[in-house]
Every structure is written in structure tokens, then in C-alpha cells.
Nanobody, 124 residues
Framework: QVQLVESGGGLVQAGGSLRLSCTASGRTFSGYFMGWFRQAPGKEREFVAA????????SYADSVKGRFTISRDNAKNTVYLQMNSLKPEDTAVYYC?????????????????WGQGTQVTVSS
């Protein structure tokens, strides 16, 4: 059974930092992009960041560029999202997901596998 399990969410004050982790089990995602999305209450799920299998290609939403960094450790089947300078508008449930190489990584429909999400709340 393939599972993606996120961790690292929580409550933090504006300006603070969190690091999210997503560990895959049940298979390796060789060649897959790994992505992070988020969904705030009453809003659609939106793209945050993605990283290629090698880590050589990354993509970020404009709203998080310069503040968030995505990385992966393939030996550990884990992808990370380092979030700095957090703002209240970053409050959401954060999901990790896996998409085959060549996908349009900003689109939710490209992703075959999803985690259950982890809550991030940023207080002002």
C-alpha cells in the first residue's frame, strides 16, 4: 500500500519557521516529481512547490518564493518543505503529492498520490 505521510505542521507566530516532512512508503518514487500543495478553509487547493527526482529542478508559487525551500532525500524517501518568514495567509492544510516525470507540476490533476495533510497555523 502506497502512503505519503506528512508531519511537522503546527502553530507558529508570524515571522516564524516550520519544516514539513513527507515520507513515502510502499514504493519508491523513482523519476517522480514531489510537490507540496495547500488548502485554506473555503479555498481551492493551490500549488506551493515541486522538486524533480534529482533535485535539480524546483518550482515555487510566487507567493512563497524566497521564503520556502523544497528539498528531498531519496535515500529516505522523504521530501521537505522549509518555511521561513511565515505569514498568517500561509495558514492552511499542507499536502504532499507525487507526479510522474513530465507532468505539469503546478496542477493538482498531475499528481497520482497524495498524503492526508498537516495543519499549519500562523498567528498574527
Amino acid at each position: 500500500q502506497v502512503q505519503l505521510v506528512e508531519s511537522g505542521g503546527g502553530l507558529v507566530q508570524a515571522g516564524g519557521s516550520l519544516r514539513l516532512s513527507c515520507t513515502a512508503s510502499g514504493r519508491t518514487f523513482s523519476g517522480y516529481f514531489m510537490g507540496w500543495f495547500r488548502q485554506a478553509p473555503g479555498k481551492e487547493r493551490e500549488f506551493v512547490a515541486a522538486i524533480s527526482w534529482s533535485g535539480g529542478r524546483t518550482s515555487y508559487a510566487d507567493s512563497v518564493k524566497g521564503r520556502f525551500t523544497i528539498s528531498r532525500d531519496n535515500a529516505k524517501n522523504t521530501v521537505y518543505l522549509q518555511m521561513n518568514s511565515l505569514k498568517p495567509e500561509d495558514t492552511a492544510v499542507y499536502y504532499c503529492a507525487a507526479a510522474p516525470a513530465g507532468s505539469v507540476v503546478v496542477s493538482t490533476t498531475a499528481y497520482d498520490y497524495w498524503g492526508q495533510g498537516t495543519q499549519v497555523t500562523v498567528s498574527s
